[in-house]
């Protein structure tokens, strides 16, 4: 049987390939500036990037200057090997010179042909000449609006009226047109002319999964009269597909609408499924089930999947096992198992096939015959503007066809322009191997299975190590999965339960009450107690030296090998006790989920990635090759170690400062910040339960201008580490810097991170999609409470007055509200004093700058709405002043130069960060843009382990980069050796 079916899929596959007659789509045809395009960035992969670069970036220049300066940027550099047809006479004219002009004119007139290509037009009224067409000719239409990313209730709201218009255009325009019953009837009855494509993203603008039932509730509101409108005028609703992280959301949300009354037996409705994904044909067996149970059938469409660079890349960065196949041929093995299970359940799913791939065309057919199915039964889709000769071959046959048809803007519409191209230029697409590669018949229709090549061309497992040393980043929670969601929530139960207990110092290994204690609340509710800390007195801080001070010797004298193993102890710990301790960061300090669960891996980080640095600088390192002298520098430990660390990450930080110490042969004190000492005293148990030696960690929380004084001035400390506000850092240099000769035969050394006035400069060119989404999380995540927190957005004249009105709208449409509610994407600030000196500034600025936005806050906690002033001088007090709280400034330049002079006016430099497509402005930035940490395209916040060391300079600290390869040389003393290996005139080799 399998052999019968297999010779049929070759004769229908061979029948279709003498339907196409030999025919190449138009994308391929060379005599057509797109064909060039296609087949030079098939040759040349440079050429490649960059015209897709180019494209994505085109609509965004506002003139012919602007075109062609970003023509010789990507396409006349030096060392470049491109064809001169692609330079347009470019390489050597300035760019508001006549030629330039033309070469401009000329690239907008061929680019936005080769869009039309692939977009019917700008609205279903422009598009409406094209469908008609594309009826008579025996072709129906699924239409697709394209547009920008939603970031805000404003634009979702307007993407609803957008697509209740083309609703309303389909419904008038289709009534008429003539009837045909190879496109309009199937066995089961009527098939709706009027066919439109919905993506839930961009109805919701809140919309993700942490928040699975309130996302499902948001999108169901706007979805509901679509629905409604689409059951009354026999209008089919599609739902599609997008990135795996909604994948669950949307199959959810397309159930969970189907069942209410209203809907439960509307059968023009339909669902997405990508066959690229691993759990493609578990989640169509679901569905199947479901649809049987529902007794009203519904439809899918099955296709590969357009976003598996994305999701390959995305997975392999967050060290999550990728969703989807990492092989062509297991995407098509897996379509075909799809393709039968479909076609298996047919009373109960309707099944729409989208593929470009004659094989997995031909398959669904032969399939489809042996199930003794109508031709009607089934359908294929395929999009507008490709693949002509294939749909003229498969609607010969006898089959309907479906165009994906695009409608949208320009602009918006060049994201998935690039997709198109992109797909049509890899080199395992289909139409590619088959009309521009010549791959012979034998090879396109033959059975998807691995081969040598494609295990050769796999992609690397997304948790190998990083460096020769092993080290690779602990992946953070996929909150997309329901398993993690719900593990998350019982811990925050459990620790919810555990609040208000008491919490003792820990000196030399005892636990000690004191009589003063401090009081730990929840800022999100300050009637509950988190927990009850003892607090250190001044004589406990001496304590605390001496225990430190008689562990010191036989901690320094163990191997860095065996040091190494009680972070690795400690790192297991944590990962045990993982979402329990990311729950008490949630209560203690107001971190939501993912905020919280960032802090505990990059604990876990340091401790893993600290270990092994120091089993490779514990290495003596030669100096020199010299015949006779054998020259060494070794490292050994500085002393007596005192961290005094924030709130803001109050395990990740203070664990970083306290096991970079400890690893290095040093003996520890922790000074955590009274907000979070409920945390620290988490950190102290599980040091405890990773057998550290009594004394080389002591746990000493306790205020600063006590506790903390006194392990500053002692003389028993040899090294201070500490991360906090510039004012406080300043002072403990300052008195760090005094000895008493005495009592102290040392010079302390302070490890010092302070703060930041951090900024983000907006170019004229930047993708606004990601520029207001990567401010917006730089600048009130946490509620901006991070020293990295973006608090100045300088945003060019070209493009300022859209990026102003999409921030001010994105920004409220956050969500705020307590900490443990995943659906709230703004928690509370750490405390009252916060809050009154945040609040201090607002009221300040409103009489100084102008609001543009300032967000309600809850009635109960220490709430602070995220506020953006708008502002004209860059030396105020806005743009100057380290806020530390969910406060923006946004101000207005004329160009990159003076972005940059404003983005460095500050006495601060930790991060920064550039949204720009202009090659030689991203070369500038790196160069120019003075601050530890920059950023390019991406939000200047959430510095990982080794990938970003994290530390600054000028104001900001004493350039020391945590988590980086010279962070722990800062708490150790370099040493150097030379003997003399000469003896009588003979020295060894």
Known sequence: MARAAEKRIVELGNEIFRRMKGEAPSVFRKDWWSGKVMDWSMKDEAFKVEMFRFVDVFPSLNDHVQVAEHLQEYFCRPGQDFPSSFQWGLARVKPDSWVAKKAADQIEKQILGMASKFIAGEDAPEAMGTLRQMWDAGLCFTLDLLGEATLSEAEAADYLRRYDAIFD?????????????????????????????????????????????????????????????????????????????????????????????????????????????????????????????????????LVKGAYWDYETIHSAQEGWESPVFGQKWQTDQSYERCTEILLDHHKYIHAAFASHNVRSIAHAMAYAEAKRLDKRDLEFQMLFGMAEPMKAAVTSMGYRLRDYVPVG?????????????????????????????????????????????????????????????????????????????????????????????????????????????????????????????????????????RAAEAAGPGWAKLPASERAKYLFALAEQMRKWRDHLAGWMVFEVGKNWREADGDVCEAIDFCEYYAREMLRLDTPQRLGSLPGELNLMFYQPRGVAAVIAPWNFPLAILCGMTVAAAVTGNTVIMKPAEQSSVIAAKLMALTREAAFPPGVINYLPGLGEEVGEHLVQSPKTHLIAFTGSMDVGLEILRKAAHTDPRAQQHVKKVVCEMGGKNAIIVDADADLDEAVQGVLQAAFGFQGQKCSACSRAIVHAACYEEFKTRLVEATRSLILGAADDPAHAIGPVVDAAARDKIRGYIDYAKAEETLLIERETPADGYFVGPTIFEVRDPASRLMQEEIFGPVLALIKVDDFGQALDVANGTRFALTGGVYSRSPLNIDRARREFRVGNLYINQKCTGALVYRQPFGGFKMSGVGAKAGGPDYLVQFMEPRSMTENTMRRGFAPE
């Open 409 to 545: 803007e320009i602009i918006p519409g060049m994201g998935y322009l690039v997709r198109r191209l992109l797909e049509n230029t890899s080199n395992e697409s289909w139409l590619r191997m088959s009309f521009a590669d010549g791959k012979s018949l034998e090879e396109l229709l033959a059975k998807p299975e691995k081969t040598a090549a494609s295990a050769s061309s796999e992609r690397p497992a997304a948790r190998a190590p990083l460096n020769k040393e092993g080290f690779r980043n602990e992946p953070m929670r996929d909150f997309s999965q329901a398993p993690v969601r719900a593990h998350f929530r019982e811990a925050i139960a459990t620790v919810r339960s555990r609040l208000g207990m008491r919490y003792p110092l820990v000196i030399g290994g005892e636990e000690i009450e004191t009589q003063e204690t401090i009081v730990s609340v929840n800022p999100s509710r300050p009637d509950e107690v988190v927990g009850v800390v003892a607090r250190a007195t001044a004589e406990d801080a001496e304590a605390a030296l």
């Open 169 to 301: 255009a389909l419904i008038a325009a289709t009534a008429d047109w003539p009837a045909r019953p190879e496109l309009d009837r199937a066995p089961w009855g009527v098939v709706p002319r009027a066919n439109v494509s919905v993506k839930i993203s961009s109805l919701y603008s809140q919309l993700d999964a942490i928040d699975f039932e309130g996302s499902i509730e948001g999108v169901k509101t706007r979805l509901r009269p679509l629905f409604r409108k689409a059951k009354a005028h026999g209008l089919f609703l599609n739902i599609d597909m997008e990135s795996y992280k909604d994948k669950d959301l949307t199959i959810a949300t397309f159930k969970s609408l189907l069942e209410e009354d209203e809907f439960a037996d509307f059968a023009h409705a339909g669902l997405v499924i990508q066959a690229y994904l691993k759990e493609a044909e578990a989640d169509i067996l679901e569905l199947c089930k479901w649809a049987k149970r529902r007794k009203t059938p519904v439809t899918v469409r």
